[in-house]
Antibody, heavy 119, light 110 residues
Framework: QVRLVQSGAEVKKPGASVKVSCKAS????????MHWVRQAPGQGLEWMGI????????NFAQKFQGRVTLTRDMSTSTVYMELRSLRSADTAVYYC????????????WGQGTLVTVSS | QSVLTQPPSASGTPGQRVTISCSGS????????VNWYQQVPGTAPKLLIY???QRPSGVPDRFSGSKSATSASLAISGLQSDDEADYYC???????????FGGGTKLTVL
């Protein structure tokens, strides 16, 4: 079955960067898009971006343009999300979520990674 | 402000049937299929319904989805205490070129 396992919680200072990993298994990694979605405490789901693992091309929400990078490692079926210039408002749980073979809303989700930004 | 509109809360008593609505527009629900997720506080969202009305394996048939024009609905019959959770709808938006979510509905089992 589809399994997405994310890296552990992080605590960062304002201005720093964070890199979260998402290791996929149980399906053909290169066939399906991977989304990144975050959820601030007590808030709803906010889409950040998407990567096509096969080609490596990406698309981001305008809000995160220039501050987030998505990469992938085909050899380990892992996707990485790096967010730079962190501020307190970036404190949230970050999820990877498998999409479809074309542009669709997410399907299966990782367990989430809590990123706390605090001085 | 979410692109898809859901009621912030819903409630029901055990055994009852409740429905949660999700309203969008022609560029999102009107053009693409809808997914529904269940999120128990402190855990990741779980896919409940995909492609408007399909249940992943393991999801009880008490949960059902439907779509008409630019709106979708999630119905839960035979309500149980462990159905208490937040429910989100989502779909792709062809104009925004990204997935869009509802703001979530908190379901309380009285």
């Amino acid at each position: 079955q589809v399994r997405l396992v994310q890296s552990g919680a992080e605590v960062k200072k304002p201005g720093a960067s964070v890199k979260v990993s998402c290791k996929a298994s149980g399906y053909s990694f290169g066939t399906y898009y991977m989304h990144w979605v975050r959820q601030a405490p007590g808030q709803g789901l906010e889409w950040m971006g998407i990567i096509n693992p096969s080609e490596g091309n990406t698309n981001f929400a305008q809000k995160f343009q220039g501050r987030v990078t998505l990469t992938r490692d085909m050899s380990t079926s892992t996707v990485y999300m790096e967010l730079r210039s962190l501020r307190s408002a970036d404190t949230a749980v970050y999820y990877c979520a498998r999409g479809g073979a074309s542009y669709q809303a997410p399907f299966q989700w990782g367990q989430g990674t809590l990123v706390t930004v605090s001085s | 402000q979410s692109v898809l509109t859901q009621p912030p809360s819903a409630s029901g008593t055990p055994g009852q049937r409740v429905t949660i609505s999700c309203s969008g527009s022609r560029s999102n629900i009107g053009s693409n299929t809808v997914n529904w997720y269940q999120q128990v506080p402190g855990t990741a969202p779980k896919l409940l319904i995909y492609s408007n009305n399909q249940r992943p394996s393991g999801v009880p048939d008490r949960f059902s989805g439907s779509k008409s024009a630019t709106s979708a609905s999630l119905a839960i019959s035979g309500l149980q205490s462990d159905d208490e959770a937040d429910y989100y709808c989502a779909t792709w938006d062809d104009s925004l070129n990204c997935p869009v979510f509802g703001g979530g509905t908190k379901l309380t089992v009285l």
